[in-house]
């Protein structure tokens, strides 16, 4: 089995050999750059399968790097903030982060969440799965076998956290999903804290398809109860 790579990005050396070897012990290739220039020259001359990022270094921050890599790259990025920081978690998950940990972070939650993105963007790239299903809803398609969403006969570009969330609404239109339901399918943990992550997701995905997201036609907010995909 061919090992993973592991780009980790932080201006504090020590932080980086912390990750680093806790993420070696476990198996992965790691590579290593301190401030957002480095990462993103990592990325384009080096394959690596997923990022974790600091916010705040030199030269070019972590958020805007996080935004220069999706428009090249479509692979898992975690942040990482300083404990209590929400702002900026949320503020990195709307500009294309899968996930975030805070610091100081347990060696073992965050092997955990590398292992969560990693497994659900290797789920989505599985292509010995082949169907011809596909779920029509309105300007709305998503076929199964492909795991891409079209809206009016062309592909939205959807990381794969946001396709797995607009996959699971599309099987159920309709249906309202409370967010800590959202949060523990898709991220397959127990749902802490699940509102404010759901809810800057849902609005990235509502940007991309909504001729108005400020008047969603499809993806609508139930205050008080969860989401859901209106049938069209």
């Known amino acids: 089995m061919n090992k993973k790579t592991i780009l980790v ?14 993420l070696e012990r476990e198996g992965y290739h790691v590579l290593n750059a301190y401030d957002g220039l480095q990462a993103l020259d990592c990325v384009t001359s080096r394959e690596v399968h997923l990022i974790i990022i600091d916010v705040m270094m030199p030269k070019l921050d972590g958020l805007s790097a996080v935004m220069k890599i999706r428009e ?9 903030s300083a404990k209590g ?33 990693l497994r659900r963007y ?8 082949r169907s011809d299903n596909v779920i029509v809803n309105g300007r709305l398609t998503f076929k199964l076998d492909e795991h891409v969403l079209y809206a009016d006969g062309e592909p939205v570009k959807l990381t794969a956290t946001e396709t797995k969330i607009v996959e699971l609404l599309m099987k159920h239109p309709g249906r309202i999903f409370p967010a800590e339901e959202i949060y523990s399918r898709i991220w ?40 859901e995909i209106e049938k069209h």
């Not at 789920?123 to 799965?129: A, C, V």
């Open 9 to 22: 990005v932080d201006d504090d050396h020590e932080i980086v050999r912390a990750i680093t070897i806790t």
């Open 72 to 80: 090249k790259k479509n692979l898992p990025i975690i942040i990482l």
């Open 85 to 117: 920081e929400d702002s900026d978690k949320i503020l990195g998950l709307s500009m294309g982060a899968d996930d975030y940990i805070s610091k100081p972070f347990n060696p073992m939650e965050l092997v955990a969440r590398v292992k969560s993105q």
């Open 122 to 129: 290797t789920d989505l790239g599985d292509i010995n799965t």
């Open 188 to 227: 397959n943990e127990p749902a802490y804290s699940a509102e404010n992550t759901v809810m800057v997701h849902i609005r990235r995905i509502r940007e991309k398809i909504e001729l108005n997201p400020s008047e969603p036609e499809y993806l609508k907010v139930v205050w008080g109860i969860g989401y």
